[in-house]
């Protein structure tokens, strides 16, 4: 993803204040948790729980779990729950056992099981907080990583909204032996992953505590991320100090208020609006390509439909 740069920002960069410099309040006030949820609760029990845990009035999460289901669960807290638009979207990746209900040829379960890649009919369980009306969904990846007798390991990366248990009991019927999925874990919400700043709720509780007790922020800061994290897949535009407060009050942005944006931005797409500090601003819909905006000096270019920063944290000027 390259960047065009339409103009000198070296003459801006005077107000707000880098991500990862804010204040501790105001850090966690505009932060994320990359948890590792565990098995038991369900995905609104671990968030009540943080947010008494952190003493916020407001706290969400994306892409829900299951109570038996671990794993990779982006949760927002106060500001923050705004941007979790971003990536409510975002795909996901999961490993999982799949449990047959007979003996089966190894050769023939890794033959039909690769039938499920590409686009699939759902239909959501009776127990599900969506209409059950039949959808298609896709299914990026399916690989098939050890069979142990009837147990058949798996690692699928799918389109958000699909449903793994409803994956494994139509592998099973096609199998024509029946299955369930016997356990899943999810290992990729979009840009939070496994193996990058996942945290667990003791280590938070712990991390909270001791800012609470000694004021040392260091681990604190660990396990809370901010909040820009939520657009780290999502193509950027930069704007002059001067637009910010504008873009905050709900206004569009406009061809002049940029300095640089990535390159693969296309008509349509979500976009993050961002100031030269790397502070998320608002999120919005592109009315032009990336070519196009670059070429524009007047015009409006993207749509905002979501404001993340709050009013008046850059000065004043329309």
């Known amino acids: 993803m390259g960047i065009l740069i339409k103009a000198d920002e070296t003459t801006d960069m005077k107000y707000g204040c880098r991500p990862e410099e804010r204040p501790i309040k105001e850090y966690i006030q505009n932060g994320v948790i990359n948890l590792d949820k565990p098995k038991g609760p369900t995905s609104h029990q671990v968030v009540a729980w943080i947010k008494r845990m952190l003493s916020l009035n407001k706290a969400g999460h994306a892409g829900t779990l299951d109570p038996k289901v671990s794993g990779v669960l982006p949760v927002a807290l106060e500001n923050a729950v705004k941007a979790l638009y971003a990536i409510s979207k975002a795909e996901k990746e999961y490993i999982g056992i799949l449990k047959l209900h007979s003996d089966v040829d190894e050769e023939k379960i890794r033959k039909t099981i690769s039938y499920f890649i590409g686009d ?103 396990v809370i991320q901010p909040m820009e994290r939520l657009v780290a897949d999502t193509p950027k535009i930069f704007v002059r100090d001067s637009a910010v407060d504008a873009i905050c009050n709900g206004a569009n942005l406009y061809a002049q208020g940029i300095v640089k944006l990535d390159s693969t931005i296309k008509r349509g797409d979500l976009v993050a609006l961002m100031t030269l500090k790397n502070e998320l601003i608002a999120l919005g819909t592109a009315l032009k390509t990336s070519l196009e905006i670059f070429e524009m000096d007047y015009g409006i270019v993207v749509k905002t439909i979501r404001v993340i920063m709050k009013r008046k944290a850059y000065p004043k000027t329309w």
């Open 120 to 222: 699939i009919y759902q239909r959501p369980p009776l127990r599900s907080a969506v209409k059950r009306t039949l959808r298609i969904k896709k299914i990026y990846n399916l690989e098939v990583l050890e069979i142990d007798n009837r147990n058949v390991l798996f690692h699928v990366k799918c389109e958000s909204g699909t449903y793994i248990r409803m994956l494994c009991h139509h592998i099973g019927i096609l199998l024509g032996v029946g299955g369930h999925m016997q356990e899943l874990r999810r290992i990729a919400s979009g840009p939070f992953r496994e193996d990058s700043g996942l945290t667990t709720l003791h280590k938070l509780k712990d991390a909270y505590d001791l800012w609470l007790e000694s004021g040392d922020e260091s681990f604190l800061r660990k």
